[in-house]
Structures are given as structure tokens and as C-alpha cells.
């Protein structure tokens, strides 16, 4: 437990990034349903659209913005339109945009695939972080939720930028949730393993799905509704870290007490499923 900001996402006048699909999506419709006004932004004006279109027609408020979170410009733009449009000051900013890169190793994947993900996956949370974290603290209350993964702390291999990426948002959302302790904002970094959104074809997964990955999509079958559910309820709670399934918190706690042996183990899987293709 961190802070106590009781009822944060109920009514609350919120910015969601990457809000025209998956996580994000439902991130912003939960927000509608709990009575609040949302900023819908996605790089993808259309899909934000049909975000809050989908609200509106549920009765809710919502607009949609076109937002690179990976363009500094762009989120200080952002921030300024949710000023204008939003009838209270921003009080819970969900800095959630992000897309999937792997299939190659450290050394054969382009230094290109490397800063495309850096610039959205890492820089689009620190400029979120950035300009939203000062008015939030000026306000004296309210929220951040950075979206990370497990990926933050699971090593998987193959996955070396994205990994880079997600342990990059974890130990800011971590360094900001040490900054902000007492001064009324909250912070929640949420680190599901896989959740079954678009983030697998639209991303750059060189040479296909992995057969493995969608065996993990039944399995650890968490919807995106469902994760952001928890991470608002979570949020609500004061709670920093978010790890909605179980096989993301047997890799938390394998990787904290047994790190060595973990990444020997995490190498060998990785092998054994490749043999198996
Ligand atoms: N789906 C999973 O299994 C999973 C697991 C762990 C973490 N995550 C994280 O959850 C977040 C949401 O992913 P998702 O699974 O909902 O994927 P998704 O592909 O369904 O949605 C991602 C959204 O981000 C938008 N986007 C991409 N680049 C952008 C940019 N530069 N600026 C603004 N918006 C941009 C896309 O247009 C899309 O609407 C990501 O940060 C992802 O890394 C997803």
C-alpha cells in the first residue's frame, strides 16, 4: 500500500493514451461507466473515435484526440486540450499506449525496431510522466497509472527492446510513486502477462505469433476489461503494483528470490519451445 486516495476513479477527469483499442479501451469505457469525463487518445484518431463514440452512445463523456505519445509536442498538446475540454482539471492520467516487438534476438533485431519501441513503450510514459505528474501535484490529488508488464521484470528472451521497455516504466512509476508519497497522488503500474488485444498483429513480432504465446492467451485468459477493472479498483486501494494473473506473480516472486536460476530456467523454456516449432 502506498497512499489512500479513496473513490480516484469514480468521476474522475481522466486521460487515457492509446485509448482506441485493447487495455486502453477499456480503461476509458470503465472510467465512462464509473461516471467520469475521458480524453480518448490514441496515434490512431478513428479507433479513439470509435472509443467514445461507443461512450457516448452509453450516455457517458468522452472525446477523441490524436496523440504520439512518442512526440513531446504531442502530449504537452494533450495536456492542453484536456484543460479546454474537461469541465475539472485532469485528476488520473493513464499513460497506457504501447506496441509488441520481438521474435529476434539482442544483436540481430535493428537498432530501428530498438528506438521505435523506446520512443513509445519508454519516452511516451516519461512525457506523460512529464507534463501530467506537476499538475496532478499541483491539484494536491489524483492519479497515474503507467501500463508496464510483466515483461518488466520476466527477461523473456527474444523479447530484448519490449523487456528494456516495460523494466524502464516499472522503475519510474516506482521513482515517482516514491516522489509523490504524500502529496495526494497516487501511482499504479500495472504488469499483466498476456492479455488477448491487437497488440500481437499490430506490433512488430518478427516471424509470426509464436504457437506458445497463444497457448498463453487461453490460458491465462484475463480479459482487457477485466485487467482494467482491477487496476482501478487497485488505484482506489492506494495499490502500487498491479499483477492480475497468477502466472505473473509465480514470476515476480521467482525472479525476486531465485534471480540466477530464474534466467538460466527462462532461457532453457525458451529453447525447448523453439525445438518444438
Ligand atoms: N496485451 C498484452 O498481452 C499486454 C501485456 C502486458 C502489457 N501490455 C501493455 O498494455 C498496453 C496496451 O496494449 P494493448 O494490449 O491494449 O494493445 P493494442 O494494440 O490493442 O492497443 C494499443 C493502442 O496503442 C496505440 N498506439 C500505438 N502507438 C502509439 C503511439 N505512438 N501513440 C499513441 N498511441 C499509440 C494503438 O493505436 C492502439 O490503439 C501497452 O503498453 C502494452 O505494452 C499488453
Redesign the pocket.
Given at each position: 500500500m502506498f497512499g489512500n486516495n479513496k473513490k480516484l476513479t469514480t468521476r474522475a477527469f481522466a486521460v487515457v493514451?492509446?485509448?482506441?483499442?485493447?487495455?486502453?479501451r477499456a480503461f476509458a469505457v470503465e472510467l465512462a461507466r464509473r461516471g467520469g469525463e475521458v480524453l480518448c487518445?490514441?496515434?490512431?484518431l478513428e479507433?479513439a473515435q470509435e472509443t467514445t463514440d461507443s461512450i457516448k452512445a452509453a450516455g457517458g463523456r468522452a472525446w477523441a484526440l490524436k496523440?504520439?505519445?512518442?512526440v513531446r509536442s504531442d502530449m504537452e498538446a494533450l495536456a492542453e486540450q484536456a484543460d479546454a475540454l474537461l469541465s475539472e482539471p485532469v485528476n488520473l492520467v493513464i499513460n497506457?499506449?504501447?506496441?509488441?516487438v520481438g521474435g529476434k534476438n539482442i544483436g540481430d533485431i535493428s537498432l530501428e525496431d530498438w528506438e521505435w519501441t523506446m520512443g513509445?513503450?519508454l519516452w511516451?510514459v516519461i512525457h506523460g510522466c512529464h507534463v501530467f505528474a506537476p499538475r496532478l501535484k499541483k491539484l494536491g490529488r489524483g492519479g497515474i497509472i503507467n501500463?508496464?508488464?510483466?515483461?518488466s521484470f520476466a527477461a523473456a528472451p527474444l523479447m530484448g527492446p519490449y523487456n528494456v521497455t516495460?523494466a524502464g516504466v516499472l522503475a519510474l512509476s516506482e521513482t515517482l510513486a516514491a516522489e509523490t508519497a504524500g502529496t495526494g497522488v497516487n501511482v499504479t503500474v500495472?504488469c499483466?502477462?498476456?492479455?488477448?488485444?491487437?497488440?500481437?498483429t499490430?506490433?512488430r513480432i518478427h516471424g509470426g505469433i509464436p504457437p506458445v504465446l497463444n497457448r498463453l492467451i487461453e490460458l491465462t485468459g484475463v480479459s482487457?476489461d477485466g485487467v482494467a477493472k482491477t487496476t482501478l479498483n487497485a488505484l482506489d486501494r492506494g495499490q502500487l503494483h498491479v499483477l492480475p494473473q497468477f502466472d505473473a506473480r509465480m514470476i515476480w516472486r521467482a525472479k525476486r528470490f531465485l534471480p540466477a536460476t530464474y534466467t538460466r530456467g527462462a532461457g532453457l523454456l525458451s529453447r525447448l519451445a523453439a525445438a518444438k516449432l
Open positions: 493514451t492509446g485509448a482506441g483499442s485493447g487495455i486502453g487518445s490514441d496515434i490512431d479507433s496523440c504520439d505519445v512518442s497506457n499506449a504501447g506496441v509488441g513509445i513503450n511516451g501500463v508496464a508488464s510483466s515483461a516495460k500495472l499483466p502477462t498476456v492479455v488477448n488485444t491487437n497488440i500481437f499490430s506490433g482487457a
